[in-house]
């Protein structure tokens, strides 16, 4: 952090703390050490020690700088035709702004327009008439923050659910790529490709080194046979929910085998999009560029 803003210098603002982003590079960074599995994404949050660490030292970074230190997106979206689930989700996105602005975050991003009048009054209350937390937050605390405290093991269950949502999740983000949208609404969250990215390389993970299920009867191992026959099940559901027409209309067959593929290999992709970047991009080799 202190290297990108040294050399940005006058042209950056601040910096943002990616939440999903640094959760996917937690993941492929430690790839080779089968002692670091994260449990279910959705457990995988802004309280988990290491990502608690990793804002605070954020926070502490940019205002030593002067700059803006930028709080996480909240993926909630309004909930149209349920009055208590929009509340519900209203009242998450209000408890998550209102700790980043607690910690010392000057401001923050929202997925979505209709959540930011709930979001002002939280930061409005909490920078209490100034415009930013540079002078008022120097979050010294944070200074001895180190490479313990970023990389502690999170802590959480793996599921069934988890494998299915990260199935489910993965699969229809990369069928809305395909088709040319880069965020998806989907089960009332905003997704992007960093979300779809944890999806995949979690699975990845679980497959690789045979992660135990938590919470089964039985002894659940993940294995290649296991994630097929989710896949199987998954695309069964995601057809149901979609409806038959637009399911057979669209990206979902050719967004599974991508998907799939990469949580089966035998080598973890860097990038998800850089495989489908195939699928959608005609080459030219011999072309002249014009610009």
Same mark, same amino acid.
């Given at each position: 952090?202190?290297? !990108?803003?040294?050399?940005?210098?006058?042209?950056?603002?601040?910096?943002?703390?990616?939440?999903?982003?640094?959760?996917?590079?937690?993941?492929?960074t430690? +790839?080779?050490?089968?002692?670091?599995?994260?449990?279910?994404?959705v457990?995988?949050?802004?309280?988990?020690p290491f990502m608690?660490?990793?804002s605070?030292?954020? !926070?502490?970074?940019?205002?030593?700088?002067?700059?803006h230190?930028?709080? =996480?997106?909240? /993926?909630? !979206?309004?909930?149209?035709?349920?009055?208590?689930?929009?509340?519900?989700a209203v009242d998450?996105?209000?408890?998550?702004?209102?700790?980043?602005?607690?910690?010392?975050?000057?401001?923050?991003?929202?997925?979505?327009?209709?959540?930011?009048?709930?979001?002002?009054?939280?930061?409005?209350?909490?920078?209490?008439?100034?415009?930013n937390?540079?002078?008022?937050?120097? +979050?010294?605390?944070?200074?001895?923050?180190?490479?313990?405290?970023?990389l502690?093991?999170?802590?959480?269950?793996?599921t069934?659910?988890?494998?299915?949502?990260?199935?489910?999740?993965?699969?229809?983000?990369?069928? /809305?790529?395909?088709?040319?949208?880069?965020?998806?609404?989907?089960?009332?969250?905003?997704?992007?490709a960093?979300?779809?990215?944890?999806?995949?390389?979690?699975n990845?993970?679980?497959?690789?080194? =045979?992660?135990?299920?938590? =919470?089964?009867a039985?002894?659940?191992?993940?294995?290649?046979?296991?994630?097929?026959?989710?896949?199987?099940?998954e695309m069964?559901? !995601?057809?149901?929910?979609?409806?038959?027409?637009?399911?057979r209309?669209?990206m979902?067959?050719?967004?599974?085998?991508v998907f799939?593929?990469?949580?089966?290999?035998p080598?973890? /992709?860097?990038?998800?999009?850089?495989?489908?970047?195939?699928?959608?991009?005609?080459?030219?080799?011999? /072309?002249?560029?014009?610009?």
């Open positions: 952090m202190n290297e !990108i803003l040294y050399e940005l210098r006058p042209h950056s603002a601040g910096l943002n703390c990616g939440r999903w982003d640094y959760i996917f590079s937690y993941v492929k430690l +790839r080779a050490h089968p002692d670091r599995l994260l449990p279910d994404r457990s995988v949050t802004m309280t988990q608690r660490s990793y605070d030292l954020l !926070i502490f970074t940019c205002h030593r700088r002067g700059v230190a930028m709080g =996480g997106m909240a /993926a909630q !979206i309004p909930i149209r035709g349920n009055a208590d689930a929009h509340a519900s998450a996105v209000r408890r998550d702004k209102l700790r980043e602005v607690q910690a010392g975050h000057d401001g923050t991003w929202a997925a979505h327009p209709g959540l930011i009048a709930d979001i002002s009054k939280v930061f409005s209350a909490g920078l209490s008439e100034r415009d937390l540079i002078g008022a937050v120097a +979050r010294e605390d944070a200074a001895g923050i180190g490479e313990d405290d970023l502690e093991r999170p802590r959480g269950k793996r069934m659910e988890g494998l299915r949502l990260n199935t489910r999740v993965g699969i229809q983000y990369m069928a /809305a790529w395909l088709a040319g949208a880069g965020s998806v609404p989907l089960y009332n969250l905003m997704e992007d960093a979300t779809a990215e944890i999806s995949r390389v979690q990845w993970q679980w497959i690789r080194y =045979g992660a135990e299920l938590d =919470g089964q039985v002894k659940v191992t993940v294995t290649p046979e296991l994630f097929g026959r989710v896949v199987e099940e069964g559901r !995601i057809e149901r929910e979609v409806g038959g027409e637009k399911f209309g669209g979902y067959g050719e967004a599974c085998s799939v593929r990469q949580c089966t290999s080598e973890l /992709a860097d990038f998800l999009t850089l495989d489908a970047y195939n699928r959608i991009v005609v080459h030219h080799p011999g /072309a002249e560029a014009r610009l």
